[in-house]
């Protein structure tokens, strides 16, 4: 009995910040994404997963930085009990053979580990298909705002596929900035050569901005 009202005394006293603190609206029974993991599209999955978690200020059961603690310690019950909780959204965010094949697992961070080992593999054949798929995309019988949403989800999911090789490192000469810079130009191209020939003239128009405008400041001329 001691033992329960220190834990509950601790779980009241958390500040909301905490990740360990969890809100009492919060249920074992959570969906994180509309769309559950089947074996396919495993980076858009894990993106929604990462948001959900994010907002829930629960990523760090999965990255490991929320670290177990002593079982001596009050905040150790607590803990275990987010972290089943974490458990338990990643598990009914997967598919019935998926969550079935993953109940042995021990924690959160197993778990989300054991995804990434089988998942989060760079797949020659979708990054070849992808960037087939980009080449080979015109404006054709899609409206303006059809294809640039094509065109736009197209690059988000390339984006996923490469975002271990993207770098986070803080740049003080510029050269990061000017690289992102020469991306974004490159897919403005890429989104312009692809337009009907009715668009002719906007087209010209926009590739005489000096700099050259975003992608979506060339979206919004167009429209």
Request: glycine share 6%; hydrophobic share 35%; with cysteine.
């Amino acid at each position: 009995m001691a033992g329960d009202k220190e834990t509950q005394s601790t779980a009241g006293n958390l500040d909301s910040t905490n990740p360990v603190y969890m809100h009492p609206s919060e249920s074992a029974g959570t969906t994180l994404v509309p769309v559950v993991f089947d074996g396919t599209g495993y980076r858009s999955w894990r993106r929604g997963v990462l948001r959900a978690f994010s907002v829930k200020n629960k990523v760090g059961f999965i990255t490991g930085k929320c670290k177990k603690p002593n079982t001596d310690e009050a905040t150790y019950d607590q803990w275990a009990r987010c972290n089943d909780m974490v458990t338990s959204w990643i598990l009914n965010s997967l598919s019935k053979d998926l969550a079935d094949s993953l109940q042995y697992v021990n924690d959160a961070k197993e778990l989300w580990q054991e995804l990434e080992d089988r998942y989060d593999q760079t797949n020659g054949v979708k990054f070849y298909q992808l960037q087939k798929e980009i080449s080979d995309l015109s404006q054709g019988a899609l409206d303006i705002t059809g294809y640039y949403t094509k065109i736009k989800r197209l690059w988000e999911e390339l984006n996923t596929l490469n975002a271990h090789a993207q770098c986070n490192c803080q740049c003080t000469c510029g050269a990061k900035a000017n690289m992102h810079k020469a991306e974004q130009d490159r897919r403005l191209i890429q989104f312009l050569m692809g337009l009907n020939k009715v668009y002719t003239v906007v087209r010209g128009s926009i590739l005489m901005m000096n700099p050259l405008p975003s992608i979506a400041q060339a979206f919004s001329i167009l429209i």
